[in-house]
């Protein structure tokens, strides 16, 4: 998936995320001393379930921030496997 990866390299080079809900699925941007790093928009609906519950009013910020980033490979775990959970379960 190519959004994680994304999502990945803004945490590695951010300190806040913000996000909001668009037409196109979840706008975010990552920013670093008060300028925006890199914007982009997440179209697949439970990655950006999952991200949008690790913040508050639309931003993951401080020891959020911190803990998401610390524990990106879980959190990208937990997405893939609900994903493949998704998947199969259509597929009955």
């Known amino acids: ?50 991200l949008a519950k690790k913040g508050v009013n639309g931003v993951v910020e401080g020891s959020n921030f911190e803990m998401l980033k610390n524990n990106y490979e879980w959190f990208s775990l937990h997405v893939k496997s609900k994903k493949l959970y998704q998947e199969l379960e259509s597929s009955l």
């Open 1 to 50: 998936m190519r959004e994680l990866e994304r999502l990945q390299n803004g945490l590695s080079k951010s300190k806040t995320l913000l996000y909001k809900p668009d037409q196109e699925g979840l706008a975010c941007s990552f920013v670093n001393g008060g300028l925006v790093i890199d914007s982009f928009t997440i179209e697949d609906g439970v990655l950006a379930d999952a």
